[in-house]
T-cell receptor, first 114, second 111 residues
Framework: EAEVAQSPRYKITEKSQAVAFWCDPI?????LYWYRQILGQGPELLVQ????????DSQLPKDRFSAERLKGVDSTLKIQPAELGDSAMYLC????????????FGEGSRLTVL | QKEVEQNSGPLSVPEGAIASLNCTYS??????FFWYRQYSGKSPELIMS????GDKEDGRFTAQLNKASQYVSLLIRDSQPSDSATYLC???????????FGTGTRLTIIP
C-alpha cells in the first residue's frame, strides 16, 4: 500500500539550531501539506503545495520557517533558528487533488527543542 | 470563538454502547466535512466524509450534518475497544479548500 514517507521520525535539537524535515508523498498526489500538531491539539496547516507552487502559507512563520517542493514531488520543511515553542509533531500529508478532503498522512517527525 | 469546537473529553463509553461525538464550526460557507481518527502516537486517518444535511452511514459509523445549526456529529454504534482514539472534526473552508481541524475528542471504550 502506498504511503507518505517522512524523515527523520525523531529530532532533538538545541534552540537556535537549524532543522529540516523531508517528505515524499504518495506517487501521483499533486497536493502536499505540512501540518504542525502540538500535543493535545489538532493539526494546524503550515503550508500547502499544488505541484511545485505554494497555494497557502498564511500560517507559516516565514521569519524562521521555509518550505519547498522544487520538482513537485518531495518536499522539505526547514526551521532556522529553532525555538523552544517549535517542539511539536510535524506531519506531512498528500492528496490526489485539492478539495477532496481525503488527506493521507505520513508518520510524522517529532521535534524536541532543548 | 474558535473556528472548530469539539469537547476535548475524555469521553468514556462502555463496550457495545453508542459513542456520540460533536463538533460545531464557525465558517457558514463550509460545504464539506470530514472526521479523522487518530490513535495515540499515530497520524490521523480519514474515516468519514459528509457533504449534505442529514445522516450518512458507513458500517458502525454515522455522520450527521446540520448546516443551519453549523453542527456535525459522529456516532459510533456497538463501540469496540479498538475505537479508543482521538476523533478530529475538519470542515473544509469555502473557496480555499483548506481543512481546519478541531482539537479533537478523546474517546475511551471501556471493556
Amino acid at each position: 500500500e502506498a504511503e507518505v514517507a517522512q524523515s527523520p521520525r525523531y529530532k532533538i535539537t538545541e534552540k537556535s539550531q537549524a532543522v529540516a524535515f523531508w517528505c515524499d508523498p504518495i506517487s501521483g498526489h499533486a497536493t502536499l501539506y505540512w501540518y504542525r500538531q502540538i500535543l493535545g491539539q489538532g493539526p494546524e496547516l503550515l503550508v500547502q503545495f499544488q505541484d511545485e507552487s505554494v497555494v497557502d502559507d498564511s500560517q507559516l512563520p516565514k521569519d524562521r520557517f521555509s518550505a519547498e517542493r522544487l520538482k513537485g514531488v518531495d518536499s522539505t520543511l526547514k526551521i532556522q533558528p529553532a525555538e523552544l515553542g517549535d517542539s511539536a509533531m510535524y506531519l506531512c500529508a498528500s492528496s490526489l487533488a485539492r478539495g477532496t478532503g481525503e488527506l493521507f498522512f505520513g508518520e510524522g517527525s517529532r521535534l524536541t527543542v532543548l | 470563538q474558535k473556528e472548530v469546537e469539539q469537547n476535548s473529553g475524555p469521553l468514556s463509553v462502555p463496550e457495545g454502547a453508542i459513542a456520540s461525538l460533536n463538533c460545531t464550526y464557525s465558517d457558514r460557507g463550509s460545504q464539506s466535512f470530514f472526521w479523522y481518527r487518530q490513535y495515540s502516537g499515530k497520524s490521523p486517518e480519514l474515516i468519514m466524509s459528509i457533504y449534505s444535511n442529514g445522516d450518512k452511514e458507513d458500517g458502525r459509523f454515522t455522520a450527521q450534518l446540520n448546516k443551519a445549526s453549523q453542527y456535525v456529529s459522529l456516532l459510533i454504534r456497538d463501540s469496540q475497544p479498538s475505537d479508543s482514539a482521538t476523533y478530529l472534526c475538519a470542515p473544509e473552508g469555502l473557496g480555499n479548500e483548506k481543512l481546519t481541524f478541531g482539537t479533537g475528542t478523546r474517546l475511551t471504550i471501556i471493556p
